[in-house]
């Protein structure tokens, strides 16, 4: 269906398809049984200017927003989600600068990030603080000419891998979530090490490390924002990033769908091809039916972000929601339609629906984003009345 992209669009999705293609279905096998990180196709994507897709123009980036950042990850996604989520989570790192920074830190940092030299990672969740990310334990203490860090981050997107870290930590941890900050902090900064590299399930090509803060001294140049201010910017920032994930979702359910049609056209059962047997048509139609919906909500919700609107947090949290539920549905069922073969790692059914589990946990597990969907459903009653 034609969403109307402008033409600048249409060229960072084409090219974004065109590097999906020609670098990462090569190789996606082999990330993921290895559990490689991307190095050499983050820099494709930076030779591509890709990166600097989310970055604003006066810091060398091209100025996009919500709806190319998604454009991008989808298309990347519809290959390989672990190389989509590494390009998502840079951008995820750099939000809470380039929303809150001074000119001088956008300036600092920024212009490394869009050309890719750079990559940046965003770090909330801890060992006791996941759905519930207010009650981080992590402590940035004052000092003079700035903080020492304490304490442990976990499953962090990008960790290791990346140069820079956006870091909630406490600055007052008698005021709960009004006293949580955000902080920029670079690797090898003393104090600041590394802890285990995750095994996972899927998007095994992306790097997934606990960070560790031991009396780690960052400047006071390192705050983002002002102090006090660090819940309510991550929570911003999760609203504005969350349709990224149900675009992760859309691509990789339009990469398992397209599979699920090449096979079932050419596997012949029963002297037809199985896309003209009735029941898996069925399937087939609706998956189909699945994933153009979720794209309609995903790109009309990224629209309503970049428009400016205030308040989208419901329709964020929709749009991550719906797009993936349906792609567990969807990648299920791409796998059951084309049988042994789906289950098999010869194809890449199978690692769809190893990636597509991740989309309904992180950035909010689904369970928790309907809460907040409910919640907005009761704050908008009682306006009304
Ligand atoms: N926008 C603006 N403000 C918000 C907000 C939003 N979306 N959500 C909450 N707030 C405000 C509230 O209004 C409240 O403000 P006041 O103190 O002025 O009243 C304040 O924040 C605290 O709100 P709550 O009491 O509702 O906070 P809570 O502690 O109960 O939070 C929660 C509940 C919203 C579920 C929150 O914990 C949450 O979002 N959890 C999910 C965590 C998450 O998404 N983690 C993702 C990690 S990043 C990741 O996964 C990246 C990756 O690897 C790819």
Redesign the pocket.
């Known amino acids: 269906m034609d969403y109307f992209l402008t033409e600048q669009q249409k060229m960072i999705k084409d090219l974004a398809k065109r590097i999906a293609e020609e670098k990462v279905m090569p190789v996606r096998a082999e990330l993921d049984e290895k559990e490689e990180f991307p190095t050499a196709i983050m820099k494709d994507l930076a030779d591509a200017d890709l990166l600097r897709v989310f970055v604003p123009e006066a810091y060398e980036g091209l100025g996009g927003g919500c709806t190319e950042l998604c454009l991008v990850v989808e298309q990347l996604s519809r290959v390989c989600s672990g190389v989509a ?1 590494s390009y ?2 840079n951008a ?1 790192g750099t939000f809470v600068l380039m929303d809150f920074g001074t000119e001088e830190q956008k300036q600092k940092w920024l212009p490394d990030v869009a050309a890719g030299r750079k990559l940046a990672a ?1 770090a ?2 801890e060992p006791t603080a ?5 009650s981080i334990k992590t402590t940035a203490d004052k000092v003079e000419g700035g903080y020492i860090l304490n304490g442990t981050k976990q ?3 990008n960790g290791g891998d990346a140069e820079l870290y956006t870091v909630i930590a406490l600055t007052d941890k008698t005021k709960g ?2 006293g949580a900050s955000a902080f920029m902090v670079e690797k090898n900064t003393p104090g600041f090490t590394f802890g285990k590299k995750e095994k996972k399930m899927g998007i095994r090509a992306s790097s997934t490390r606990e960070l560790v803060f031991k009396n780690c001294f960052i400047p006071q140049t390192a705050l983002l924002g002002r102090e006090g201010a660090g ?2 910017q991550t ?2 920032l ?2 504005r990033s969350r349709p990224g ?1 149900g675009a992760q979702a859309l691509g990789l359910s339009q990469g398992a769908l397209e599979a699920a049609v090449d096979y079932t056209r050419q596997r012949v059962q029963f002297g037809h091809p199985l896309i003209s047997i009735g029941v898996v048509q069925d399937m087939l139609a609706d998956m189909a039916i699945k994933v153009e919906a979720s794209r309609a909500l995903i790109y009309a919700t990224a629209r309503y972000i970049d428009s400016g609107a205030k308040g989208f ?1 419901e329709y964020s949290a929709m749009a991550k929601v719906f797009a993936s539920d349906m792609a567990m549905d969807v990648t299920t069922n791409a796998v059951q339609v084309c049988g042994g073969a789906g289950y098999m790692k010869d194809y890449p059914l199978e690692k769809f629906m190893r990636d597509a589990k991740i989309t309904q946990i ?3 597990s689904n369970q ?1 984003l309907r ?2 969907i409910a919640i907005e459903l009761r704050k908008r009653k009682a306006k009304a009345e």
Do not use: K, P, Q
């Open positions: 989520v998502a989570a995820l965003f909330l969740t996941g759905s519930d990310a207010s499953f962090i997107t979530a009004r819940f309510l929570m911003r999760l609203d994930i947090t992180y950035e909010g928790v809460n907040a």
